[in-house]
């Protein structure tokens, strides 16, 4: 078993080191057939999740897997580097290998004929290895690892087609923001390696039981505990690396990247990275009600800010990635609240639904000769049937219409929000009921604008829509039957299940006879009108959808007319990224280029230093016969820098 | 000098030797390339690493000279790094002397002389013996700056490195002066306990002061790095490397055992002095660089933003002192810190210039970040392996440098969390900050190979292949940058993270 | 460190700047300038140089004249071991110096192979 669990990940790391020699052995003009390319780049993942399956199935209640080697050596204890595997992880896992299966077989379809096919796969092999690293991580360090390794993949993948300038430069974008957290992330780590002794989470886990107060005393730092500090800063890191407010806005620009990746690590896998981590550091969380209040409260805030924008993009891949943002927004909701394994069961269904919704987008715009804009799209329905379909069904899915995945997994995070006993619970639901809204109504807008009505496309765009080779229909088949019955996996008590998912996941993070931290409060009564409340507002969405975009295409432009700022507002994603790149971005370049380079290094230092030194020239009058140039320079700034160290060691 | 005292000068020996044999076989009125004077350069450094070998693992410590060097942990590990570099500047230096022309033997003569005197330095116990270290170091380094003697860059870095090097060593003369009349004595050990005396405590505070603006000057750290940027851009590409990371071994060393010293008499005026030199030196480094336009003067730059990351760990450093006086700083995670990033930093930029050296032109062209645009596409290897270079000086997790990186922060959080003063852990914020600005540049040159098209005269380009020597070390970098970033020792073979760790552990067990 | 030390310190290091300054402010504010033709000319007892004083040598007299010092000053260290020589334990003693006579004719062999000392 532990040979499996190691076997998994290197599966994937020999797959991407054989892609990558094919793809030099391409460029050295060597033939290689795409299709030996496609076979090999598949089998990694494929075996990966067989393997995955059979680990599922031999794996004993409340066991841990656990396989490593020493790796860093600080203070006076080893850092491991190893896997352990336990229930959260092992769902990670199957969303991982089994969704990642999938892409993958798809992308043979997708990508085909493009130049780069081996080494896309290489990338996309290599991104998940790295994404099994971070899932099976048995400490934050090499969660850490993973962590960055995927940022890096997705950079290489987002800017894939790298003749485009555009492209490579929301690859940049992407990775430089994830920076920003991760920063926040290393640092939160050091802090609770430097109260705790340990990264290793077994090990965290029973340091934060044993002795709490270690991690309740002040940090120095505002006053607040090392338990807030530690989650928030590496909250941060989520907040970068799962496109939270504020470090949200590289996720739209991902979609640079070709359809599949977007799928596969900017919809069902690596932004969910930071609900994983949260859930993983979920003990330590639990110290620190402050930083939950902050991650409920930015998943909320989320949640509704990208809903709205959502409604008004016109790319069908941007709407998609701000529905991303939206409904991560939601598992943070949910792991802020102390619920994981309800965080969780939202990320597998959303992973299913949304996989299909980027695929499906990926077939259309397939279709359409590269075309993205749904303002040129329309009756798709007839030519492009099972991409219809099961686009409309993991639509339906995700707007929360019984019984279809969404509706068991968000309709939970509402009750938890509405039940939880913290005070802000109200707020969380009000804005998730919105949020609720927002969905269905871009969810339905996407699907009638593409599918339904006349076609808007230009003749020869018109003359080439065809519906997709089989290796992408019969992936989008398979992921919107996915996302059609998962959610039984986790039909909660009120409706008579036995919300199996929710145990599974929970005996791995809960200690024997510990409860959920979400204790629940309410009746079952309330429980059920509150469902019913939230199909309701569901299906008014995908009503005011209908009348706008399907009955009268005429009505939103009103709209629009009445309240033009507000429209502009939102479409332009309330400036945002204008605002970083005003205040932050360009100030820096400046800083770095005119101020502190020209002005500090060349014009500060040696204008002050020039002038000593002609006040020195002019002192030593002819004494200085040879030219010397800027040395003098050099050695007059030595001096002054010698004169600053004595008197800074004198005083 | 008895006879037990040589068996400890062995690793010494090696390039001492080889010196000598290049001299006797090289010496001769015409001037061309022979093949047997870098080979015997090579069994130099490989006799050196062949005792270190032998030697490791060290019980206690070996003198020799009277006491004037001490053959310990930290001696062999500083041997290992600098014989490492030594090598690795040797391979690179066939090839690219070949196509400027300029294969003589006194090139090797010169980088062995300069690896003797950074051991040296490494291993010494007294002033005396570390000036003589340093001035060895230092006088054949100033030779090696212009030896592309056609070229005036080259000559320029000669003379710069040559007029400013002298000044810091007068300083560092003029210092050991001043300690000499405070204390009385050369030795390190007499050092600590008499900065205690209240009356000739002015003289070896100033004196300290001298040293200590000696050392930042060999390490490149602000106010003193000046000259750095100047001289490693005219060098030859190879001995940019050898000095960036040679160098910076042999004094790090030695700073840790004068510091070592110095900090059991807890002198807290000098932590601070450092604290801001690590400070300003990270920010100068990092912000410079970002400006530059020749990937060799950004690597400049960023070489001195990570001296001042490397100050941090001196900062912190603390140590114990053991039974009849020993001192151990194998606890010292900052400690253990400085000496992996000199490792990580080592093989990682050794590889970075190994491929400057190669894509290097007549005259010092072809390094501008616009002449790496799309080459991740013409040469697949060579830009796979930049940018895995490129992402270890970054300090990406995955690589040597993170590692390095995450010891050293760690220490200083370490150090600060838990106690009033909130400095330390100020500065280890400041200093990954201060990493995220040097990302920014490192990744210019990932988006040059892999995001720009190839350009225009490219096609025309027709470089020459890459030589064994330099494809021997590109290819050494790239396994050591990965292996020493993650590679678990399975084969127990001694490479990897872990065995390296345990060795950086033992060396620091036995600093007096 | 006392105060006091500091402010004798920098008392010192500032009249030890300024006295320069002063002489000269002094000198170029109450010294008379009347320049004519012959104060600007070489000095008088001097000779007019032929050629300028910067030209350039051979290398060749740079060369002899630093393995003149090299190889003197080396030797130089053979007084202080005559002295101890007695004293000493005997074989070890003589074997570092023969070590240190053979590097220095290590060194002559290069540079007689090499030769620097060959004036053609």
């Not at chain 1, 969810?443 to 089989?470: N, Q, V, Y």
């Not at chain 1, 409706?495 to 309410?522: C, N, Q, R, W």
Request: aromatic share 12%; glycine share 12%; charged share 15%.
């Amino acid at each position: 078993m532990e040979t499996l669990v190691v076997l998994i990940p290197l599966l994937l790391l020999a797959g991407s080191a054989i892609s990558g020699i094919l793809a030099l052995a391409k460029t050295r003009g060597h033939e290689v057939p795409d299709r030996a390319i496609s076979w090999i780049a598949c089998t990694g993942p494929v075996l990966a999740f067989l393997f995955t399956v059979l680990i599922f199935n031999n794996m004993g209640e409340g066991q841990v897997l656990v396989a490593g080697y020493d790796w860093i050596l600080a203070g006076g204890a080893w850092i491991k580097a190893g896997f352990a595997v336990d229930h959260l992880t092992m769902v990670m896992l199957m969303v991982v290998t089994g969704v990642g299966s999938l892409i993958h077989v798809y992308s043979t379809g997708y990508m085909k004929g493009d130049g780069g096919y081996a080494r896309y796969f290489c990338y996309l092999n290599l991104f998940m290895f790295f994404m099994l690293v971070l899932v099976m991580a048995n400490s934050l360090l090499l969660l850490f690892v993973g962590w960055e390794g995927v940022g890096l993949c997705s950079y290489l993948l987002i800017g894939f087609w790298w003749a485009d300038e555009a492209k490579a430069r929301a690859g940049m974008k992407a990775f430089l923001v994830n920076r920003i957290g991760d920063a926040g992330f290393l640092l939160g780590m050091l802090a609770i390696y430097k109260t705790a002794g340990t990264l290793n989470f077994q090990d965290l886990r029973t340091f934060v039981a044993g002795n709490p107060e270690a991690f309740l005393q002040g940090s120095g730092f505002f006053g607040v505990s090392l338990a807030t500090a530690s989650c928030l800063l590496l909250f941060l890191g989520a907040t970068g690396k799962s496109a939270q407010i504020p470090l949200y806005v590289w996720l739209p620009d991902a979609m640079a990247g070709p359809t599949p990746v977007s799928a596969l690590i900017h919809a069902a896998t690596m932004v969910t990275a930071g609900v994983y981590m949260i859930g993983r550091m979920n003990f330590l969380y639990a110290l620190s009600p402050t930083s939950m209040i902050v991650v409920s409260l930015v998943g909320a805030l989320t949640a509704f800010f990208a809903g709205t924008i959502a409604m008004t993009q016109f790319d069908i891949k941007k709407v998609l990635a701000y529905s991303t943002v939206s409904q991560l927004g939601y598992m943070f909701i949910a792991a802020g609240l102390g619920a994981v394994s309800v965080a969780v069961f939202h990320l597998v269904a959303h992973a299913f639904f949304k996989a299909c919704l980027f695929l499906g987008s990926g077939s259309v715009i397939h279709a359409m000769d590269g075309e993205q804009d749904m303002r040129k799209m329309g009756g798709l329905q007839r030519k492009m049937p099972i991409t219809f379909i099961t686009m409309a069904v993991s639509a339906l899915a995700m707007a929360g219409i019984p019984p279809l995945a969404g509706f068991f997994s968000k309709d939970e995070i509402l009750w938890k929000a509405f039940s939880s006993e913290l005070g802000h619970g109200w707020f969380l639901w009000l804005l998730g009921i919105a949020a609720a809204f927002c969905t269905a109504v871009y969810m339905g807008r996407l699907i009638f604008m593409t599918f339904f009505g006349s076609c808007r496309a230009d003749e020869k765009t018109r003359a080439h829509i065809h519906e997709s080779p089989k290796s992408m229909t019969g992936v989008l088949a398979v992921l919107g039957v996915g996302a059609a019955v998962i959610g039984f996996l986790n039909v909660p008590h009120f409706l008579g299940g036995h919300a199996a998912f929710s145990h599974y996941v929970d005996s791995a993070l809960m200690a024997a006879g510990e409860e959920p931290l979400a204790a629940e409060t309410g009746s079952v009564a309330v429980e059920l009108s509150l469902a019913l409340l939230s199909v309701m507002v569901a299906f008014a969405g995908l009503m005011l959808a209908w009348r706008w975009w399907v009955k009268d295409p005429s009505l939103p432009a009103t709209y629009v007319d009445r309240y033009p700022e507000v429209y502009e507002l939102v479409h332009d994603k309330y400036r945002v990224d204008e605002f970083y790149q005003g205040a932050i971005v360009e100030p820096l370049e400046n800083v770095a280029d005119g101020t502190l380079y020209k002005a500090i290094d060349r014009k500060g230092v040696d204008g002050a230093v020039n002038g000593m030194a002609r006040a020195f020239r002019w002192l030593g009058a002819r004494l200085a016969s040879a030219e010397t140039g800027n040395v003098r320079t050099y050695v007059a700034v030595m001096i002054a820098g010698i004169l600053l160290v004595m008197l800074s060691l004198l005083t | 000098m008895t006879w037990e005292d040589t068996k400890s000068l062995m690793p010494l020996l090696g390039p001492f030797l080889a010196a000598l044999a290049i001299l006797v076989v090289g010496g001769r009125k015409e001037r061309g390339p022979n093949p047997l004077l870098p080979l015997l350069a090579l069994a130099g450094f490989g006799w050196t690493l062949v005792g270190v070998g032998c030697l490791w693992p060290l019980e206690g410590a070996h003198d020799a000279f009277a006491g004037g060097l001490r053959l310990d942990g930290l001696g062999l590990v500083v041997a290992l790094l600098v014989s490492l570099g030594g090598a690795a500047c040797t391979l690179l230096s066939v090839d690219y002397l070949k196509r400027r022309g300029r294969n003589l033997p006194e090139f090797y003569v010169l980088v062995l002389f300069s690896a003797l005197g950074m051991m040296v330095m490494g291993m010494s116990t007294n002033w005396l013996s570390l000036l003589l270290g340093l001035e060895t170091m230092s006088l054949a380094l100033y030779v090696l700056c212009g030896f592309l003697r056609d070229e005036t860059r080259s000559v320029e870095s000669s003379i710069k490195y040559f007029l400013t090097g002298s000044f810091a060593s007068g300083l560092f003369l003029f210092g050991m002066g001043l300690l000499y009349g405070g204390t009385g004595s050369f030795e390190f050990r007499d050092l600590g306990g008499a900065m205690l005396d209240a009356q000739s405590q002015p003289l070896i505070v100033v004196g300290v002061g001298f040293l200590l603006a000696g050392f930042l000057f060999k390490i490149g750290a602000a106010p003193l790095h000046m000259w750095l940027p100047d001289v490693y851009e005219g060098a030859p590409t190879p001995i940019t490397g050898f000095m960036a990371t040679g160098v910076k071994v042999a004094a790090f060393a030695a700073v840790i055992r004068v510091l070592s010293e110095i900090y059991q008499h807890e002198h807290v005026g000098l932590r601070d002095v450092l604290w801001w030199i690590a400070l300003i030196t990270m920010i100068v480094g990092n912000v410079a660089a970002l400006a530059q336009t020749s990937v060799k003067r950004m690597l400049a730059y960023s070489s001195i933003a990570h001296a001042g990351y490397l100050t941090i760990a001196l900062v912190v450093m603390r140590g114990a002192v053991g039974e009849n006086g020993a001192i151990d700083f194998s606890g010292s995670l900052a400690a253990r810190a400085i000496l992996y990033y000199l490792l990580a930093y080592l093989v990682a930029n050794m590889g970075a210039f190994g491929v400057l050296s190669y894509l290097e032109k007549q005259g010092g062209k072809g390094l501008a970040y616009e002449d790496l645009a799309g080459l991740g596409f013409k040469h697949r290897f060579l830009g796979l392996v930049l940018s895995v270079f490129a992402l270890s000086l970054a300090g990406i997790p995955g690589t040597a440098g993170f590692v390095g990186k995450f010891l050293v922060f760690g220490s200083a959080v370490d150090a600060g969390v838990g106690t009033a003063d909130s400095s330390f852990v100020l500065l280890a914020v400041l200093g990954i900050l201060n990493s995220l600005v040097g990302l920014y540049y490192y990744l210019r040159v990932l988006i040059q190979l892999y995001a720009k098209p190839l350009a225009e005269d490219a096609s025309t380009r027709g470089a020459p292949l890459v030589g064994m020597g330099t494809g021997l070390v590109i290819v050494a970098s790239f396994i050591g940058t990965l292996w020493w970033g993650f590679g678990a020792d399975f084969l127990n073979l001694g490479f990897g993270v872990e065995p390296a760790m345990r060795m950086m552990q033992g060396a620091l067990a036995t600093l007096r | 460190m006392e105060p006091s030390v500091l402010v004798s310190l920098l008392i010192v290091l500032g009249l030890a700047a300024a006295i320069p300054v002063v002489m000269v402010i002094l000198g170029r504010a109450f010294g008379p300038k009347r320049p004519t033709e012959v104060k600007y000319s070489v000095y008088e007892c001097g000779l007019e140089p032929p050629v300028d004083a910067r030209r350039r040598f051979t290398v060749k007299f740079y060369e002899v004249a630093v393995l003149f010092v090299v190889f003197d000053v080396e030797v130089a260290f053979l007084f202080p071991w005559a002295l101890l020589f007695k004293k000493s334990s005997g074989f070890l003693f003589f074997g570092e110096m023969i070590v240190f006579l053979g590097i220095l004719g290590v060194g002559l062999f290069y540079v007689i192979k090499r030769g620097a000392l060959e004036w053609e």
